[in-house]
């Protein structure tokens, strides 16, 4: 074989090289583009909520909307789709298209627990739902109404167990406070029965009107109706005791640490959407919640500022749903 022959398909494969090397370029440069792109002007963005208005889901999604509606100039509003335990809001956003312009706050319960606790689940966090960041931790009080006779948890215990049948509100059937506290009566042998609500906002009005006799909720739901005089915290979840509630022990110094996990609420987009609108939102919505007022604000109502990237948020999500199922058989939650 001649030198020309060998060269030939040497060039042809340089050539092939060259042309692979530009077909990565040219798709890295759109996929840069398609971020640079998102949002398109005057396109609304929706992020669903899968709780009621004013509870603790809603505040945040509220915060952030306002805030990205002001930094983008595109309307930014919150859907409330509450219903199924969380599950009518999130699949609402799982069978959205994979654009960018319908995103899910969601948490522990909407993206983990449910998945365990319900077999015909139509929707998978890791197969629906492309991560967008982590947004926030809160801890849990738990709480009774201001004209609870229990003071302190052992007497609250003791309530459980003097023959007298009490009831607890959770924000719904296999939520974490549904969860933590069916862990506190059993934990504690206590006679009291389970009272699911659709979120947090109604589930504490009934327990501020002695309607049920305690609750284990996030802090952010609750803190201010314990600044206000309308429930007592008996008790505190995470590592320190809370500035604004110094006399309020921490579950762990009162030994129930088992009853201390927290709360988290993130963001997540349809799976399929594009990688370079998913770090256009995740930069954005980290960049809302390193504003000085806005972490302050959130702090106010209970909640704790906490942001990942892309990768590690996925990594966190998936991770979450085999804590929660341990936590989940510990109390022998089942869905009937």
């Known amino acids: 074989m001649t030198k020309t022959a060998h060269a030939l398909p040497r060039r042809h494969a340089l050539l092939a090289g060259a042309g692979a090397l530009s077909a990565l370029a040219l798709a890295g440069r759109a996929a840069r583009a398609q971020g640079a792109a998102f949002p398109e002007a005057g396109k609304t963005i929706r992020i669903v909520s899968a709780y009621p208005a004013g509870g603790t889901t809603d505040i945040l999604a509220r915060t952030i909307a306002a805030r990205m509606q002001e930094n983008w100039g595109n309307p930014v509003v919150v859907e409330n789709r509450s ?62 109404p201001a004209s609870s006779p229990a003071r302190t948890i052992a007497e609250l215990i003791a309530m459980g167990k003097g023959g007298r049948s009490l009831s607890f509100a959770s924000s719904s059937i296999g939520s974490a406070s549904h969860i933590l506290s069916e862990s506190f009566r059993r934990r504690n042998g206590m006679d009291a029965v389970h009272v699911p609500y659709r979120g947090a906002a109604p589930a504490t009005t009934d327990l501020v009107a002695g309607q049920v006799q305690f609750m284990m909720a996030t802090a952010a739901s609750v803190v201010p109706l314990i600044r206000d005089g309308k ?21 762990r110094e009162l030994g129930h640490e088992y009853v201390a996990a927290d709360a988290w609420f993130g963001l997540w987009a349809p799976a399929g959407t594009p990688r370079p609108i998913l770090e256009r939102l995740n930069a954005e919505i980290r960049r809302i919640l390193s504003v000085p007022e806005v972490v302050q604000r959130l702090e106010q109502v209970g909640f704790e500022v906490e942001t990942m990237s892309v990768d590690e948020f996925t990594a966190f999500s998936r991770g979450e749903i085999a804590r929660w199922a341990a936590l989940i058989r510990e109390a022998e939650i089942k869905l009937d």
Do not use: C, M, W
């Open 83 to 144: 219903g199924g335990n969380g599950v009518v809001g999130t699949d609402f956003v799982a069978r959205a298209a994979p654009d960018g312009y319908t995103l899910a706050l969601g948490n522990n319960q909407t993206h983990a627990t449910n998945e365990v606790l319900i077999p015909n689940i139509p929707h998978k966090a890791a197969e629906n739902f492309a991560p967008i960041t982590l947004a926030a931790r809160a801890s849990h009080a738990l709480v009774v």
């Open 231 to 251: 429930l007592r915290a008996l008790g505190i979840g995470g590592a320190r005791r809370r500035a604004d509630l110094p006399d309020v022990p921490t579950l």
